[in-house]
C-alpha cells in the first residue's frame, strides 16, 4: 500500500492524490482497508517520506562504510542518489513531498549534512582544490542533485528516449571534478583497496 | 493582467489558478474583462509564457551583443537567468507552466540553444579545457540553472532569510570553472574592453 501511495504521490503530488484512489490502485483495496492503516492523507504520505528517507540513508550508510576517500564518496552517493531517483518512486515521491508540503522537511536534509561533513573532511585530507571551499563544493552537489532531478522529472512518464540522468551527472562530474578535486579526477585513480569493490567505475 | 497572471501561475501552477481568481486579484477587474481578452486560461498562460521567454531572451540578446568572450557570455547569462528568476514572476511562471503543461514547451528551449552553439565556440576559441566537452559543459549549465531555480522555489515565499540564488551561482562557477575554462578563471582576467562595460564582475 506504501508502494501504490508512492506512486500516486509520486505522479500527482500532495494535491493531487486522494486516499480512495491510492486504494483503487493498491489492488483494489477497501478504502476501509487503507483508512484502518492511515487514518489520514497526511499520515500516508509521512510513511511514504519516511520509506522514501530510509532508502536514502541505507545507500548513505553503505557508501560512508567505504573505503574511498571522502570526495569520491561524495561522487559516489550523488551518483547513487540519482540511481534511486530513477528506480524508486518512493524516493521520488519524498522529493516531491518535501517540496509540496512544508512540515514533511526537504529529501535532501536525509543526506546534505552528510555531503558537508564528508567535504570538510576531504578538505582537511587535501583533496580539494586550494580554492574549492568545503561551503562552495557542497553548494555545487546540491545544485547538481536538484538539477538531474528536474531533468529526470521532465522526462518520465513522457514516453520518450532519453539518456539516463546517471550517465548525464557522470559527464558533468567529468568537467566539474577538475575544479574540485586537487588530484584531476579521483574516479580514474582508484587505489588498490577500492578497486576490490564491487562498484563499477564511476568516471571513465 | 499578465502580471497578475503571471503571480498566480507561478505560485499555484496551472491547475491552481483560475480566470475569476486572476480577475479578483487583478485590481477588481471583472471576469467579463478578462474573458474578453483571454477566453481561456490556456490563452492567458500562453501569454504569461510568451512574456517570460520575451524577457529571456532579451536578456539573452543583450549579453550575445557585448565583446565578452564566448565562455564568459555563458556564465554571465546563467547569472542573468537566476536574477530574473529571482526578480521577474513572469519568468518564474514560464518555467513552472513549461513543466506543467506538456504542450507549453519548456523554458530552456528559448536559451539553451544559444549556450550549446556559445560553448562550441568557445571550445573553437580555445576557451576550453581539452577535456571539458563543449556537450558536457551544455548539460552542466542546464543542471546549474535547475538547481538554482529549485533552490530558489524552496525558499520564496517561506518568509525565512536565504542567500540569493545569484549568489551561490557565483560561487559555484568559481569552483566548477576551474575545470571548464582553460585559462581557469575568465572572470578574474578581464580584458580592457570588457572592463569597459557596466556590468559588475561576474566572479571575485
Given amino acids: 500500500m506504501v508502494r501504490a501511495a508512492a506512486e500516486e504521490f509520486d505522479r500527482f503530488g500532495y494535491d493531487g492524490t486522494s486516499l480512495s484512489r491510492i486504494s483503487a490502485v493498491a489492488g483494489g483495496l477497501s478504502i476501509g482497508a487503507v483508512t484502518f492503516h492511515f487514518p489520514t492523507k497526511g499520515s500516508l504520505a509521512d510513511a511514504v517520506r519516511d520509506e522514501g528517507r530510509a532508502v536514502t540513508l541505507a545507500a548513505l550508510d553503505r557508501l560512508a562504510a567505504g573505503r574511498r576517500s571522502a570526495l569520491r564518496t ?104 577538475a575544479g574540485v578535486s586537487a588530484e584531476g579526477h579521483p574516479g580514474l585513480r582508484q587505489p588498490a583497496a577500492a578497486a576490490e569493490e564491487e562498484q563499477e567505475p564511476v568516471l571513465r
Same sequence: chains 1, 2.
Fill in 74 to 177: 561524495v561522487v559516489d552517493l550523488t551518483l547513487e542518489l540519482v540511481r534511486l531517483m530513477e528506480r524508486e518512486s518512493s524516493v521520488r515521491a519524498a522529493i516531491r513531498l518535501g517540496r509540496e508540503r512544508p512540515d514533511t522537511g526537504a529529501w535532501s536534509d536525509a543526506w546534505l549534512p552528510a555531503v558537508r561533513e564528508l567535504l570538510e573532511q576531504a578538505h582537511e585530507d587535501g583533496q580539494l582544490r586550494t580554492d574549492a571551499r568545503p561551503a562552495d563544493v557542497t553548494t555545487l552537489v546540491e545544485h547538481l542533485t536538484s538539477g538531474a532531478e528536474a531533468y529526470l522529472r521532465a522526462r518520465l512518464g513522457s514516453g520518450l528516449d532519453y539518456e539516463s540522468a546517471v550517465g548525464q551527472l557522470k559527464r558533468v562530474w567529468h568537467v566539474a571534478l
